[in-house]
């Protein structure tokens, strides 16, 4: 795999190039060396258009990026800088164009700063959620992270990415948690955001705006830079938390259910995650049930009466709700929230759990996962349980490779969650994609749904071209109904971006102005999140 436009003596000339930059060790271009910037849940494995690294760099340090910028800048070599690589289910550490230059930042991973009183990290791209969470242990910190499932990424690759985690609101939307970064721009300049574009600023990571245009948000799903340092908001730990399921009967109920909850949100009686499931339709139904699985195949879908009556008097609706603070404040709040939810006619309360902090992983040991228990990430405590939910072997008997995700964004809105359920489910078996007995079952985050739909990676060539056409046009059903994707694999991109149309694409034409301006030759991450330099964009109108 040679970058494009280049034979292989040009390109052995680059490589020299990068060795004499970073050392030797740290330039990789054997065919096994490849094989770890592969991405090991491709939607095309072992086909020709799999997105392929030529080569991987991995510098020590921003002016080692500095370098590397610089040389592919001045040759010509496209590169793909990843944190950890560990974005699995959405392009992992593969280039969006094939013969990219990897640059992994995973070397760089240290954690400058700690401030225990301001409730603030600063790190580098390499430092995952078990680093972080480990050296606060160490060190004897009060201070929690949000992290999300699985935690073995990068706080910079998650957040940069827009991925969510499940403590504090305010902390959830991993993005919108940090505060000033340091980014390597095309040219090989380095700049810093906000308060840090001043030499000697004190409030770097307390005061995210700065002065002029914020610009942030160029390095989030962009390919304006490379981003080499940035600070996180964390929270102190709190004195208790409390959890419990929230259970309505009846099909119609996520209806009250979904508008008490948001609004108990919004006005910070509840405080921590919501997740909501159902033991009729969810992952986490211990086996197949046949009739379940019959009329959700039903043509035209089943009707409201009868699910209820394959339930035989099981409640269709959990909603697993964490209050999180001063031990007599939570208990205050759970108080006024049953008063709230008792709106709801025969609604209950399964599996109360208090929580003295601090609590360690052990605590966790031997739970099984189900809609009615809490997960360490909802108290700050990494894991890698998000490669296990949901896959039990009645649920997903074929071994696979792995998943790539869709996550169509919706209105917190019980009805519109019907309406989605209703239509994705009945997509994704009208496009011969079997979903067993389970419907795609939406995860809240603040005033938003999210539909989490795994499409599973196969060894079969033709199950895998059959699973991809069934994700485009899931794709295109969801835009139809005004939800849009908010994060992607590389290969569906540009399909995306496209389904952004207000006034004839006016957003994408300003990212590719931008592009235009700024790296021209689109040194850094050429095509990621559909934004191309004007030079490759032929063709692709």
Not at 6 to 30: C, H, P, Y
Not at 445 to 457: A, K
Not at 464 to 471: D, H, I, L, P, V
Not at 514 to 538: E, F, H, N, V
């Amino acid at each position: 795999m040679l970058p494009p436009g280049f034979n292989q003596k040009r390109f052995d000339a680059v490589l020299a190039q990068f060795r004499e930059a970073i050392g030797t060790d740290w330039v990789f271009s054997s065919e096994e060396d490849l094989n770890t910037y592969r991405d090991f849940y491709s939607p095309y494995w072992g086909e020709d258009k799999e997105l392929r690294a030529s080569a991987g760099v991995a510098p020590a340090s921003v002016e080692e990026v500095q370098k590397i910028v610089r040389i592919a800048n001045e040759t010509g070599v496209p590169i793909y800088p990843v944190s950890t690589g560990r974005n699995l289910g959405y392009g992992g550490s593969a280039p969006n164009m094939s013969g990219s230059v990897v640059v992994d930042l995973k070397r760089m991973n240290r954690i400058l700063e700690v401030n225990e009183k301001r409730h603030f990290v600063l790190v580098e791209p390499g430092v995952s959620y078990f680093d972080l969470y480990r050296h606060l242990r160490d060190t004897g910190s009060k201070l929690w992270i949000d992290c999300p499932d699985p935690a073995w990424g990068s706080l910079i690759g998650n957040s940069l990415d827009r991925g969510v985690g499940y403590t504090y609101a305010h902390l959830r939307d991993h993005f919108a948690a940090h505060c000033g970064m340091e980014v390597v721009l095309p040219n090989g300049e380095v700049m810093r955001t906000g308060m840090g574009a001043r030499d000697g600023t004190k409030t770097w990571q307390d005061f995210r705006w700065g002065f002029g245009p914020y610009i942030d948000g160029m390095f989030s799903q962009g390919n304006y830079g490379i981003v080499t340092k940035m600070g996180f908001w964390l929270t102190p730990e709190p004195e208790a938390g409390l959890s419990v399921s929230v259970v309505a009967p009846k099909y119609h109920d996520i209806i009250p259910l979904t508008d008490i909850t948001l609004q108990l949100e919004n006005v910070g009686v509840i405080t921590g995650q919501v997740s909501i499931s159902s033991p009729l339709l969810g992952a986490f139904r211990a086996k197949p049930d046949k009739a379940m699985r019959e009329l959700i195949a039903k043509k035209g879908g089943g009707t409201p009466a009868e699910f209820e009556q394959i339930a035989n008097g099981q409640a269709y609706w959990h909603q697993r709700i964490t209050f999180l603070g001063p031990k007599k404040v939570i208990e205050a709040q759970w108080e006024y929230a049953q008063r709230q939810f008792a709106a709801i006619s025969g609604v209950k309360y399964l599996n109360l759990q208090h929580y003295d902090f601090p609590i360690s992983m052990e605590q966790f040991a031997g739970l099984k996962p189900d809609f009615d228990s809490d997960r360490p990430s909802f108290f700050g405590i990494p894991t890698l349980e998000g490669f296990m939910l949901g896959t039990r072997s009645e649920t997903n008997p074929t071994p696979t490779h792995g998943h790539c995700w869709l996550a169509p964004s919706i209105t917190r809105d019980g009805e519109e969650l019907i309406k989605a359920q209703n239509i994705l489910q009945r997509g994704l078996l009208d496009y011969g994609i079997d979903t067993g007995d389970n419907a795609p079952v939406p995860i809240p985050y603040t005033r938003y749904y999210q539909f989490f739909l795994p499409f599973f990676i196969s060894d079969d060539p033709a199950a895998n071209a059959k699973m991809r056409e069934g994700m485009v046009r899931i794709i295109d059903l969801g835009a139809e109904h005004g939800w849009l994707e908010y994060r992607a694999h590389p290969i569906f991109q540009d399909q995306i971006m496209g389904q952004y149309n207000f006034n004839n694409n006016v957003l994408q034409r300003f990212h590719e102005t931008l592009k235009d301006a700024i790296d021209p030759k689109g040194t850094i991450s050429p095509g990621r999140y559909a934004i191309w330099p004007k030079a490759m964009r032929k063709g692709r109108a």
